[in-house]
């Protein structure tokens, strides 16, 4: 599990802040399988659209997200953001993707950059579990 350098930060957060992961599918560490076009999140409440996958090879993107201080690994919203949030269509997790498709493919698949732009849908502190910041 990947943990910061020294010197490094852990991610300070607000709901409404977007972060963005720039992605190359040919510098991954490891090889993705052959004829991979693209990677696949889940389709939370901001994923405008579920796309037709059938015939692709895609990358499964996932977001391990653990508690700072007691690295407790988070999953979930609290219950208290579950009741805010609870109203948005789409899977209700910890992590919320923002992108038109529930497919992210390179617009040129020459060069194979893609962009994830995702926000975090609860605190750590509301969680009441010692745990103030993310890692």
């Given amino acids: ?5 020294d ?7 607000r709901r409404e802040t977007w972060l963005v992961l720039d992605i190359n599918l040919q510098r991954l ?13 889940p389709a939370t409440g ?3 659209n579920c796309a037709d996958m059938t015939g692709k090879t895609l990358l499964e993107f996932r977001i391990r997200v653990h508690g700072a201080t007691t690295k407790r ?4 919203v609290c219950t208290s953001c579950q009741e805010r949030e609870g109203k ?3 899977i209700l997790g910890l992590i919320d993707f923002k992108t ?8 040129d698949p020459k060069d194979g950059n893609m962009r994830v732009e995702f ?7 509301d969680h009441r579990s010692g745990d103030t910041e993310y890692l």
Avoid: W
Wanted: glycine share 8%; hydrophobic share 25%; proline share 14%.
């Fill in 29 to 41: 560490p490891r090889r993705p399988p052959a004829g991979c076009t693209g990677i696949k999140v």
């Fill in 46 to 48: 901001s994923v405008k």
């Fill in 73 to 76: 690994l988070y999953e979930h």
């Fill in 100 to 107: 038109d498709s529930d497919m992210i493919e390179p617009k």
């Fill in 119 to 125: 926000a975090f849908c609860c605190y750590p502190k």
């Fill in 88 to 90: 948005r269509r789409g």
């Fill in 7 to 13: 010197g490094e930060n852990v991610i300070t957060l």
């Fill in 1 to 5: 599990m990947p943990r910061p350098q």
